[in-house]
Every structure is written in structure tokens, then in C-alpha cells.
């Protein structure tokens, strides 16, 4: 998707190890976001960010934590990595709520 | 917090005909999102409604907002295959930056 991209696209991991994703956009905007995409659940919020250094947790952050030491960069680690936290995790950003959000291509991650 | 329920959750239809998604939802809100998803891909945005009475029509698609009933339609006339897709309703979770709340989507079967 222009202007933001995840990256990986695919990992496999084994349960227990930590694993960063990362969301970098060449937006300049100001809001990150990332989500979970589970069948059956739609997309749950997990972390977001209005700033840098800025951050809150979503409906589903445990397990999670992220950080955002630049504009242009959100990452997502997931500590120690369990079964449950297989699926597809979609970055988003936004300037603004008024013009809606922008998702990229979405990680697909699998622990084993 | 925001509940959103959409509805119906599988929908197959034939082309040609007309059909409506419903995406109710729990509290106040004066915006809501419409996207679009095909299997395996990202979030492709297709609707912002940003006030009670919006309407906004893009080809066959029209999504209308009523903020005082808590209700957002996404209307398909004359279907074609082309639209066959799991369709997501999404609002603000609490307002300001934090994110949006995702209906369960509904998946869209046309049929030739």
C-alpha cells in the first residue's frame, strides 16, 4: 500500500521466542496503529500511537508492547511468542480521523 | 466502549440483485469507516461518513449514516461478481486517536 509498508510479510516462530514487527509509512503521519485480524473477531486494536515516544494500549495489548522512536517507524514485539498470537497483524496510520485510516499488507505470523 | 455489530455476516447473492449490510452500533458516535477486503489482502477503504445524514455513493456501493439510530448501511445495487468481498463497518473506539472499533465483517458471495 502507498506510503506505509510491514515488513516481514511471513514468519514462522517458535513458541517462546520474542518476534518484532515493524510498520514504517512515509506519510509523516502523526497516528500508528496496529491490529490482529482473527476469524471471527474482525480487527482488534492492539497498541497505537498519537506521537513519538507516545503510546497506549488497545483491547487486546497483553503479551504486546510496541515502541515509536520516530515518525516514521511503529514496532510491535511480542516478548515471548505464543500459539494465540497467531494471525495477521495489520499496521494502519492515520493525519487524520476525518480522511479514515490507511492499512498496509498485513503480517501473517505463525508460532509454532 | 464501542460495540459494533454488523449484519448479516455471510451474505450469497446473485448478480443483479440489490442488498444491503447493516452495521449497528453501541454509543454515540458522529463518523464511521466502510472497508473493504479481499482474501489474503489488506483493508482497502471504502467510506468515510463523517455526520448524521452522510451519504456517499462510489459505483454500486452507497453507505448512509444515521447517527441518531446508531446506524450505518452499505447498500449494493445490481451486484457483480467483482464485489464479492468481506466488508467491514468500523467507528471511533473512544474518539480522538484511539483507533477504530471493527464490526465482525460480513462476507460477500456474488454469484453468476
Known amino acids: 500500500d502507498a506510503g506505509i509498508t510491514q515488513s516481514p510479510r511471513h514468519k514462522v516462530t517458535e513458541t517462546g521466542t520474542p518476534v518484532t514487527l515493524r510498520c514504517h509509512q512515509t506519510?509523516?503521519?502523526?497516528?500508528m496503529y496496529w491490529y490482529r485480524q482473527d476469524p471471527g473477531h474482525g480487527l482488534r486494536l492492539i497498541h497505537y500511537?498519537?506521537?513519538?515516544?507516545?503510546?497506549d494500549k488497545g483491547e487486546v495489548s497483553d503479551g504486546y508492547s510496541v515502541s515509536r522512536s520516530k515518525t516514521e517507524d511503529f514496532l510491535l514485539t511480542l516478548e515471548s511468542a505464543t500459539s494465540s498470537q497467531t494471525s495477521v497483524y495489520f499496521c494502519?496510520?492515520?493525519?487524520?480521523?476525518?480522511?479514515?485510516?490507511?492499512f498496509g499488507s498485513g503480517t501473517r505470523l505463525t508460532v509454532v | 466502549e464501542l460495540k459494533v455489530e454488523q449484519n448479516p455476516l455471510f451474505l450469497s447473492m446473485q448478480e443483479g440483485k440489490n442488498y444491503t449490510i447493516y452495521c449497528n452500533y453501541s454509543?454515540?458516535?458522529?463518523?464511521l469507516y466502510w472497508y473493504r477486503q479481499d482474501p489474503g489482502k489488506s483493508l482497502e477503504s471504502l467510506f468515510v461518513?463523517?455526520?448524521?445524514?452522510a451519504v456517499k455513493q462510489e459505483g454500486r456501493l452507497m453507505a448512509s449514516l444515521d447517527t441518531k439510530a446508531r446506524l450505518s448501511t452499505l447498500h449494493i445495487t445490481a451486484a457483480v461478481h467483482d464485489l464479492s468481498a468481506t466488508y467491514f463497518c468500523?467507528?471511533?473506539?473512544?474518539?480522538?486517536?484511539?483507533?477504530?472499533?471493527f464490526g465482525k465483517g460480513t462476507h460477500l458471495i456474488i454469484q453468476p
Open positions: 500511537s498519537y506521537g513519538v515516544k507516545d503510546t
Open positions: 461518513l463523517l455526520s448524521n445524514g
Open positions: 506519510e509523516n503521519h502523526r497516528y
Open positions: 468500523a467507528g471511533p473506539s473512544g474518539g480522538g486517536a484511539d483507533g477504530l472499533t
Open positions: 454509543t454515540t458516535s458522529d463518523r
Open positions: 494502519a496510520i492515520s493525519g487524520s480521523t476525518n480522511y479514515g485510516y490507511t
